[in-house]
């Protein structure tokens, strides 16, 4: 069991809870968060973790091995939650539908190093359970009886399923007998007590009520998904009365502990039992619960807590409350019952409900004939993801007309409560149901539900807007019904094109359709030889079954100590004063370290300046001041609290735009130029100025930054377990913070969660503090970052801000470009000039250019390497004046992208020949295997159809360098050794952390040696293995990694040469025993030819170009601004692939990291510097359900690359960016609706299109009843950074 988040948002978490319900006589089994899961709640329960249901040393369960063989499982961290989620599914129903399985997924997220979750499924089938991916078969038109002619053999399969063992469910752990007695037994109140919690489980209800008298402050917990700080817990799980469910006269009544998942299950069975018009709450009810967090909260999750929580962007609360529920308090002075009014909530997190006061029940009513009700709720994802706007709407009409008797609009996420319009629907009581009422309330609503400039949680237009979207929904849909009921004649004056408005997407769910394309190995390889096969991740096995060792899975040491940072918690401000003496009294502590307890150089980073511990200023939130040591996690936490620093405060710089205005840069501006610009706007037809920012991303590898430090006793030996990407600066920046030369310092790296480039060389910063303690301590110092921490303190991908001046002309032909790139860098320079200026032309070929790429120096942390370093940004922004070219010269954008498009032999703005070009190719099958143009007129026959919903579509190319563009980084080394027993222990430079590095360096070997797969291993990478290591990153480290494997390899094999001529009939094994005497254990390393200089504007930065082209459909919500990805086709060159499988998991996983980093993902900092994101819970990553619904991959084919090993070509970062083309899908949709609206010039969309971007630009009557403030009359709560 991995923990990802700590806060039930990922899903790494998750286990079986199995318990017997003595009600109904039922071994019951549902999913839970561990993380949040109450230890003392475990009684009489029965925990099943990932490790309990199989594993590699006897036998997998068939759903870990699926997952496993089917390449479901890269960096997996994540993994053992999926696999846990679908193993629940299975044992409560072992022939799950699609829906079921999407469903189950819900609450997990996948880290995205490659993982293909989304693609593999479960499904029954044939009696035997088994895991397929979407699709099979090829999807090219078959011409000439194969997909490429019948030049070559291609294949959709990248694994066997007759190999999976069939799913017996007679074969599943038992139930604990014990426990099953025990749960029939008359249950006795008991209580357990900690060190500083006292949790009291009573069994009746006189027993709670008489507690709750006693202890009116305690806190009831059922699920404890809102954790908070509680000393006294009553747990009221086992009174019957708080599980009951009663069927009234009037409606259902509910137990307030009866979790989510049962109201669902009651509301689901009344809505099937009962007439629809008596359901239209509970509907409502279901349509709440159904994008209410995922599975795993709602299995536990209480009703009742979600009252009593009483928070605004609750999603029950304002059906509750419009619903006019009744609430049923009890205490020792008896029963009383109110109604869920616009008095129940007395402020934020507050309610009438007295301290010892208990809610029993809520009865939620039956509607009435002529009611109807609807519930709504936008958030920042669909799935599993909290409100940003929710509401309830109510109305009863009078008797058989469409006037309207009552009606009651309730709002969660504009007040700090739960909100009804009361004057609004005051003001529309009476009036008949038509487009005037429809306009009164708009325009009332807007008054009403009015929020300050600065309200917290920003998004205030959107916020604004949403309020009156919600209903017009409610408004149409309405009149749909009463139109159905006869009641209403109004619907004929409504296009039809209205009435999608109340529908869900009009998608398909996902089916089982062909979905891969590659290349076969050729005819006659040998079977053993398994470059180019999908050999599955070497890992995968143990991944799924938990076995897997990360770095905070190694046994604890004796006398371990546990770090946690004591970070600034200010942007920028010198340090008045350190007081540690209140930490010092928590139980535990042991130290307090901090700069003076440096024993070498205090100064650190890549450039050199920062520092390991802040000694006088702090310049940003998150820096780290020192760290507290204690005797465990738990400790050393509560005493870093407890250190109190104090401020001077010093004025931050924050944004872009601000460090432009101080002109706060990093020296070293980089500038390319190229040709005539001047000349070049001269002779052209047209002049387009524009600017776009992108957003920053989180890496959110699912294992945080780790580091274990073992002073090792003498000479200043330390041995650090880290996870990285970079064991060489690791290394230095360690030995250089203790003051001892680097061959003391050893690090190692089993594998990592994920990395992105976020353990680059943010990672050391961690363990330089870590190895200082532990030669402070002389003791084993572990620290793993808390999820909110490690967000906080280490960065991510640069926040970009492009000007472009483009010239061109009326065909579209680009001739001149002037482009200003400024990136927020942070506190320090770390690899920011790295993210330059090399990708600005994307794909195409221009003329003229001048650019300039601008690093500002600001006060957040440092930001860093994030897959594709810059490229994505440099990229997104040529097309995003691309695009809006195409638009003025009223042309087709794919047109004007092609005729742009680099020949063979073009020369980039870099003055790099590009050789081996096959984009063009992969363009033509892009654009044909999408069907593209058959697809666009059938999008704008929708697009007609329909006012409120449009879609979109885009295709997108990208031509992405490799090489590390510091010539001396492109340098690997290999280590092999071979045993006499012919076993191969295989050492090299590059870490693996999900994308299936060491699975093909063992192919590699294996090919060059000439052995089996199976003879070879790889344990872990490290220092005092393989020096001086590159780090893993830029795409090349199985290029150059490779070539060093491939060279050891070789020498070994001339030293063998003699050997195996003299016995050519021998085997590998008799040659090796021979060679014994010989001694053979060899290193080598490999240096491919790359140099370029910025001044000189001459060199070559690359080694080579990888090539690839996406094309996406989405369809939006006008209203609210929500979207769906319906398909996405990408033909990539990968090169001769060494290992289909993953290469394709990380074409997948790259594309959705995209999605993520384009649509979805916000980091949102205050004014003053302070990020607020920082968990699942505000930052969100993309889920299952936002893989795009058909997603097609194939790999070019006959495209070997001569410049790597095998002819391979680098996969890791290059597809990221084709996600580039959801994003300009959705402004395609969004132009349709702004046409609608009477719009048709280019319009700004930013990164990532949110649904508030999306919302925002879709302008209408709605938006326009809601006008933004002016900007610099109010203070937002959130910046763009
Ligand atoms: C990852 C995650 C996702 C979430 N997503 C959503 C979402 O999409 N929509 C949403 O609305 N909420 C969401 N929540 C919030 C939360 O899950 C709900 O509010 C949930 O219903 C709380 O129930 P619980 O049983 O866990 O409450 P607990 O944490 O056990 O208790 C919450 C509070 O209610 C009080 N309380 C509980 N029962 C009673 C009672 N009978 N009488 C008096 N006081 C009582 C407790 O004292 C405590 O203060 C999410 C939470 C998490 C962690
Ligand atoms: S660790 Fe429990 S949900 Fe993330």
């Not at 900690?194 to 305690?218: C, D, F, H």
């Not at 572990?782 to 472009?804: A, K, Q, T, V």
């Amino acid at each position: 069991t991995k923990l990802g988040c700590g806060e039930g948002g990922c899903g790494a978490c998750t286990v079986m809870i199995s318990k017997y319900d003595p009600f109904r006589k039922k071994i019951l089994h549902h999913t839970a968060n561990a993380c949040l899961f109450p230890i003392c709640a475990l009684h009489h329960v029965a925990v099943t973790t990932v490790e309990g249901i199989g594993n590699t040393k006897s036998r997998l369960h068939p759903a870990q091995e699926r997952i496993a063989k089917s390449h479901g499982s890269q960096c997996g961290f994540c993994t053992p939650g999926i696999v846990m989620s679908m193993y629940t599914l299975l044992r409560n129903n072992p022939e799950p539908h699609m829906e079921d399985i999407e469903d189950a997924f819900q609450g997990n997220i996948h880290s995205p190093a490659g993982v293909q979750p989304g693609r593999t499924v479960f499904c029954k089938s044939c009696n035997v359970l088994m895991l397929f991916r979407m699709a099979e078969v090829c999807l090219f038109p078959l011409q000439n009886g194969g997909c490429c002619g019948g030049k070559t053999m291609t294949s959709s399969s990248l694994f066997n399923s007759s190999e999976f063992q069939p799913l017996d469910p007679t074969q599943e752990p038992i139930f604990p007998p014990e426990l099953m007695t025990q749960s029939n037994k008359q249950q006795k109140q008991m209580c357990f007590k900690g060190e500083r919690v006292m949790w009291i489980q009573p069994t009746t209800l006189s027993e709670l009520v008489a507690l709750k008298s006693q202890y009116p402050n305690a806190k009831l917990v059922v699920g404890n998904t809102e954790v908070g700080k509680r000393k006294m817990i009553i747990a009221p799980a086992w009174i019957p009365e708080m599980n009951a469910v009663q069927h009234t006269e009037t409606g259902v009544t509910i137990g307030a502990a009866c979790t989510l998942k049962s109201v669902e299950e009651v509301m689901r069975k009344a809505v099937s039992d009962l007439p629809p018009y008596k359901t239209e709450i509970f509907q409502a009810v279901l349509e709440q619960l159904r994008w209410f967090a995922g599975p795993q909260i709602r299995n536990v999750a209480a009703i009742g807590g979600n009252i009593m929580t009483a928070s605004p962007i609750s999603d029950l609360n304002p059906v509750l409350m419009a619903s006019g529920s009744k609430l049923t308090l009890v205490s020792k002075e008896g029963r009383r019952t109110v109604t869920m009014d616009e008095k129940f909530f007395t402020g934020y997190r507050k309610t009438i409900v007295k301290p010892e006061e208990i809610l029993l029940s809520v009865e939620i009513p039956y509607s009435k004939k002529g009611e109807y009700f609807s519930a709504f709720k936008q958030a920042s994802r669909r799935e599993d993801d909290i409100a940003i706007v929710t509401c309830g709407m109510r109305v009863l009409f009078k008797d058989g007309t469409s006037q309207v008797e009552e009606i009651k609009l309730s709002y969660g996420g504009m007040a700090p409560t739960t909100i009804l319009a009361l004057k609004t629907c005051k003001e529309l009581t009476g009036r008949g149901w038509n487009d005037k009422l429809l306009q009164d309330a708009c325009r009332l609503l807007s008054g009403e539900m009015d929020l300050s400039p600065s309200a917290p949680g920003g998004m205030v237009d959107f916020r604004r807007t949403l309020t009156l979207s919600f209903f017009f929904k409610f408004y149409l849909t309405v009149l749909q019904k009463l139109s159905k009921s006869g009641t209403a004649s109004q619907l004929g004056i409504y296009l039809l094109s209205y009435l999608s408005v109340s529908n869900p997407f009009s998608s398909a769910s996902r089916v089982d359709q062909p979905c891969v394309l590659l290349q076969e190995v050729p005819k006659g390889q040998a079977v053993e030889d398994m470059v180019g096969r999908p050999l599955v991740h070497v890992s995968a096995s143990k991944q799924a079954s938990g076995e897997a060792v990360y770095c905070d899975d190694i046994p604890h040491y004796e006398n371990e100590l546990y770090l946690t940072l004591v970070t600034s918690t200010k942007a920028h401000a010198k340090i008045l004063s350190v007081d540690t003496s209140e930490a010092q009294s928590v139980p535990g502590f042991v130290c307090f370290v901090s700069a003076k307890d440096v024993p070498g150089s205090n100064v650190t980073g890549i450039a050199n300046d920062e520092t390991v511990f802040a000694k006088d200023v702090v310049t940003c939130v998150g820096h780290i001041i020192g760290a507290v040591l204690a005797d465990t996690q738990e400790h050393s936490r509560r005493a870093a609290k407890a250190v109190k620093i104090k401020y001077e405060e010093l004025k931050p710089i924050v944004t872009i735009q601000e460090a432009i205005e101080k002109q706060s840069f990093f020296k070293d501006i980089k500038r390319i130029n190229k040709g005539d610009v001047k000349k070049g706007f001269e002779e052209s037809d047209h002049i387009l100025e524009g600017e776009m920012y992108l957003g920053g991303q989180e890496h959110f590898y699912l294992e945080t930054h780790c580091t274990l430090a073992v002073p090792k006793g003498e000479d200043g030996e330390m041995e650090l377990f880290v996870s990285t990407q970079n064991p060489m600066k690791t290394q230095e920046f360690a030995a250089n913070a203790l003051g001892v030369p680097s061959n003391r310092v050893v690090v190692r790296v089993k594998r990592m969660g994920g990395g992105f480039g976020g353990k680059e060389t943010r990672s050391t910063i961690l363990t330089s503090v870590v190895a200082v303690a532990a030669f402070k301590t002389g003791r084993a110092v572990r620290c793993m970052l808390d999820r909110d921490e490690d967000m906080l303190i280490s960065g991510g991908r640069h926040p970009f801000l492009g000007r472009y001046k483009v010239g061109f002309m009326k065909n579209g032909r680009v001739k001149s470009l002037e482009v200003s790139y400024y990136s927020n860098g942070g506190n320090s320079v770390d690899l920011s000039h790295g993210v330059t200026l090399l990708h600005l032309d994307n794909s195409y070929n221009i003329p003229n250019v001048s650019s300039v790429g601008i690093v500002c120096k600001t006060n957040l942390p440092s930001n860093t390497a994030f897959r594709g370093f810059g490229g994505p940004q440099g990229m997104m922004i040529a097309e995003c004046w691309m695009s809006d070219l195409a638009r003025k010269c009223g042309l087709p954008p794919e047109e004007v992208r092609k005729l742009n498009l680099y020949h063979e032999g073009d020369t980039t703005h870099f003055n790099q020949k590009l050789e081996g070009f096959t984009l063009r190719r992969c363009w033509d099958e892009c654009l044909s295997s999408s069907s593209y143009h058959a697809r666009k007129k059938l999008i704008e026959e929708f697009n007609k159809q329909n006012r409120w919903k449009k879609r979109g579509m885009s295709i997108i190319p990208t031509k992405f360098g490799i090489s590390f563009t510091v010539p001396f980084l492109n340098q690997a080394g290999a280590l092999v050794h071979v045993y006499t027993d012919g076993s191969v222990l295989l050492t090299h430079g590059g870490t693996e952390m999900g994308q299936g590095l060491h699975t093909k360096m063992i192919q590699v070997a294996s090919r060059a040696l000439g052995v089996p797969t199976s003879k070879i291993y790889i344990s872990e990478t490290s220092t005092n293995t393989v020096p001086n290591t590159s780090p893993t990153a830029a795409s090349v480290s199985a290029d150059i990694n490779g070539m060093a494997v491939y060279n050891a390899c070789q020498t070994i094999l001339k030293r063998l040469e003699p050997i195996k001529q003299s016995n050519p009939k021998g085997s590998w094994e008799d040659w090796i025993k021979t060679a014994y005497e010989s001694c053979v254990s060899l290193s080598a390393t490999g240096i491919p030819d790359v140099g370029y200089n910025f001044e000189k504007n001459e060199g070559k930065p690359f080694s080579y170009f990888s090539y690839g082209v996406a094309c996406s459909e989405v369809e939006i919500d006008c209203l609210t601004g929500d979207h769906k990805n319906i398909r996405t086709d990408i033909v990539m060159d990968v090169g001769t692939s060494l290992n289909p499988a993953i290469d394709i998991g990380q074409i997948e996983g790259a594309f959705v990291q995209g999605i993520g980093l384009f649509t979805m993902e916000e980091l949102r900092y205050s004014p003053e510097g302070n990020l607020y994101t920082r968990g699942p819970g505000m930052y969100k990553i993309p889920a299952f359900g936002d893989i795009p619904t058909e997603f097609y991959v194939s790999l070019l084919r006959d495209c070997p690359n001569s410049k790597a090993v095998y002819s391979s070509k680098a996969v890791g970062e290059p597809p990221l960016f084709l996600s580039a083309s959801v994003f300009y899908a959705i402004k395609d949709a969004i132009y349709s609706a702004r046409k609608d609206s009477g719009l048709t010039e280019a319009f700004r969309l930013d990164s990532p299109a949110t649904p508030e971007r999306i919302r925002n630009a879709c302008v209408d009557i709605f938006t326009k009843m809601c006008p933004s403030a002016e900007p610099g009359t109010f203070k937002p709560w959130c910046v763009r950074v």
